[in-house]
């Protein structure tokens, strides 16, 4: 057979399997991975060996995960290769049919999240034979970071603040050094937010200024190296590259652990990028370490990226598809943590009484423009639910404000939701419209920023009215509180975490031991002190300190 002639134009192939370029099959320009750049060449030919060969080699070269490549790319691609008649398989409606059948009575008879808890096995650890060998640019002491120091700075949710304590976790295992001085830093990563034009801005102001430092560096020293790490590397890939040429590094919220070697790549002057997304990182046999060593508390991630696509979200095209960890590793994270920061698991109940539960908008209209998936009415009767299943619960929630048609009985319903619900923690938002969302496909960013910003005042205001309301309703009452340290207001005052979450203030002063009759100790961070509780804002309960404590010791009191 004669090997057709390949077009000028597609002659430049970026992904390259064993299988050459022949037969003139063409991958197809849905393959396109969000956080690459399509191409000519990213489309590149494919031979003619068997299909789900060539699946496997493209699957190999991508990244990709089995099920989510192999049955899509395979069907294409069989597809391209042979002419099968319709009579080879059922039809797709009987067979989505006896699919159903099977599902529903294998879901009756199947195991239960208590099997996977019982079942579940301590990840194992990877060998050091299993670490990969360097690409054949670098040799493996180029990937070592040879005791330059890393300084971290983190933006925006608490997934940042995770994905900051994986980054740490993988370039200490190669050798780095951790510095909480900028000025002594060689390597400056931050780890950024795109959820909001907000917290994009604050990173482009930050690089300005980091941009001062970079040029007056010493030329005795290596050069200073920086990085953008999450999710605004991952939306805006070729614009920082482009517009700050300074930035060395970026790397996605799926590559962290290519962090060696693209900072090993900007050794060498050039510009380093990985912004691929995965369809199963979890960084579960990365174990996380805390950026603070004296912290009290920590948040375990049980699962990343999101599949809802709530038409003004960022986060499914920043983070990817939904994933959960393995319950094993989740486990063997708890363990550790306990093992540092805590007390025995088995001693307590440690989860805190404490529910995020964003709601974005009273006005149903709006929710469904949202794509939120649910309406008012649902909300505030899973509201009543939770209520009535965790007596004194205390509830948090996310709003915007001014969303795509919002008008001003919308914006009425949402204040009347605040009301009724009364949060005690609130993260308010004026709305501001993020490229690729269906609601920047879709709709009209049609509420002019004066009223966005009037509407996110009453929001604010009122959630301060009905959270001051809640919390007052602690006055009185005595409190479990976990110290986390010093007030930053008050170096004779101390502040602490209740069961909801509150932040706590009460004096630092010696108090009585329960588990020591007689014994007089003053408060660290890590100890449980019972609090009476005097006064209530909407951020904060203050009280008086009553004696150091026992998560055990404590039911009796509280």
């Not at 031979?47 to 099920?67: D, E, F, I, K, Y």
């Not at 650890?125 to 040879?146: A, Q």
């Not at 000025?183 to 795109?194: H, M």
């Not at 959820?195 to 430092?213: D, F, G, P």
Request: charged share 25%; aromatic share 6%; proline share 5%.
């Amino acid at each position: 057979m004669t090997r057709p002639e390949v077009p000028a134009e597609r002659k430049s192939l970026v992904y390259q399997p064993s299988c050459g370029p022949v037969s003139g099959v063409d991958l197809p320009a849905e393959l396109t991975l969000p956080g690459t750049v399509a191409t000519a060449g990213d489309r590149g030919l494919f031979s003619a060996m068997h299909p789900l060969q060539c699946v496997l080699q493209v699957q190999r070269s991508l990244g990709w995960g089995p099920l989510a490549s192999v049955s899509w790319l395979s069907l294409r691609m069989c597809r391209a290769h042979s002419s099968l008649s319709s009579t080879t398989c059922p039809s797709p409606e009987r067979q989505e049919d006896g699919a159903r059948k099977d599902f529903s009575s294998r879901l009756a008879t199947g195991p239960t999240f208590q099997h996977f808890l019982k079942s579940a096995s301590a990840p194992q650890e990877k060998l050091s034979s299993e670490v990969e060998d360097p690409p054949p640019y670098l040799m493996m002491d180029e990937l070592l970071g040879r005791e330059r120091k890393v300084y971290l700075e983190t933006y925006g949710c608490q997934m940042n603040v995770n994905d900051t304590e994986i980054a740490w976790s993988i370039l200490q295992k190669s050798g780095y050094l951790r510095t909480s001085n900028l000025q002594e830093a060689d390597v400056i990563l931050l780890v950024t937010c795109s959820i909001r034009e907000k917290a994009e801005q604050t990173i482009w102001n930050r690089l300005h200024q980091l941009k001062a430092l970079k040029t007056r560096r010493p030329r005795s020293r290596v050069p200073l190296r920086i990085g953008i790490l999450g999710c605004m590397a991952e939306r805006l890939k070729e614009e920082i590259l482009n517009r700050e040429k300074m930035v060395d590094v970026l790397a996605g919220p799926d590559a962290y652990r290519d962090l060696p070697r693209l900072l090993a790549v900007a050794e060498s002057g050039q510009q380093a990028a990985n912004v691929l997304l995965s369809l199963d990182e979890t960084y579960a046999d990365v174990m996380p370490v805390q950026t603070s060593p004296s912290a009290t508390s920590a948040f375990v991630s049980i699962m990343r990226g999101c599949d809802n696509m709530c038409s003004y979200c960022i986060v499914p095209f920043t983070r990817g598809r939904e994933r959960s960890r393995p319950v094993a590793s989740i486990l063997e994270e708890v363990k550790k943590l306990s093992e540092q920061v805590l007390q025995l698991i088995h001693e307590r109940d440690n989860i805190c009484k404490q529910i995020h539960l964003p709601a974005q908008s009273g006005s149903s209209r709006v929710l469904e423009a949202m794509r939120r998936g649910y309406s008012r009415e649902a909300y505030v009767e899973l509201v009543h639910h939770i209520k009535e299943s965790i007596p004194g619960v205390s509830l948090s929630s996310d709003f915007i404000a001014g969303f795509c048609g919002e008008t001003e009985e919308d914006h009425v319903q949402t204040v009347s939701l605040l009301r009724e619900v009364q949060y005690n923690m609130g993260f308010l938002f004026a709305y501001s419209m993020r490229q690729k969302t269906r609601a920047y496909h879709r709709l009209k960013d049609d509420v002019p920023e004066e009223v966005k910003l009037r509407r996110l005042e009453e929001l604010i205001t009122v959630f301060r009215e009905e959270a001051t309301k809640a919390n007052q309703m602690s006055v009185g009452c005595t409190q479990l509180v976990l110290v986390e340290g010093l007030s930053k207001r008050s170096a004779t005052d101390l502040c602490g975490r209740n069961d909801g979450n509150l932040k706590v203030i009460f004096p630092d002063a010696e108090m009585e031991d329960v588990s020591n009759p007689g014994l007089r100790v003053r408060a660290q961070p890590g100890d449980y002190v019972l609090v009476k509780i005097t006064s209530a804002s909407s951020q904060t309960l203050r009280g008086h300190v009553l004696c150091r404590t026992t998560l055990k010791d404590s039911s009796a009191n509280c």
